[in-house]
């Protein structure tokens, strides 16, 4: 193939933009580090119906058999930009984020908002509970009947 048959511009992936799913995966290795891994976060990615692309932000709790609980999604189409996210507000229908900064700002207003400190905090107290106090856990005269 000479030069005259590659029609592709030369600066073809010169910039390659971080994909919303990159961000959400370093959301879930911050909460990790957080909470030192009693609630821990996974992104999962499906193609929705209309072709846009879902990714799923889900905690989960070890010490709970792996409870899980789905915090946000988000959704793009092959661009990645505009994300849709849920809106939070009065306002109807999704909100759209233009690019990675809006979406940084979104995610930092919805992890900080009331509803997700609640839950993942109850997440870390019901995990918490499950971790026995004694270094004799398991012992038969450990039963309470």
């Known amino acids: 193939m000479t030069n005259n048959d590659d029609l592709w511009p030369e600066d073809l992936v010169a910039e390659i933009p971080r994909t919303p799913k990159d961000i959400l995966l370093e959301q879930a ?25 879902v990714h799923r932000f889900v905690l989960f709790a070890p010490a709970l058999g792996n409870y899980e609980y789905e915090l946000v999604s988000v959704w793009h189409d092959e661009t990645l930009y505009p994300v849709s996210a849920p809106s939070s507000g009065a306002a109807p229908g999704p909100k ?11 995610l930092r207003g919805f992890f900080g908002s009331e509803r997700t400190l609640k839950v993942v905090r109850a997440m870390v107290a019901n995990s918490r509970a499950e971790v026995p106090t004694s270094g004799d856990y398991g012992k038969d005269d450990d039963i309470p009947f």
Not at 31 to 53: E, F, H, I, P, Y
Not at 96 to 106: I, S
Request: zero cysteines; glycine letters at 6%; a neutral charge.
């Open 29 to 53: 290795a911050a909460l990790g580090k957080k909470t030192k891994n009693v609630v821990q976060a996974k992104v999962r990615s499906r193609q929705d119906d209309d072709g846009d692309l």
């Open 96 to 106: 759209k984020l233009q690019d990675e900064e809006e979406l940084r700002q979104y």
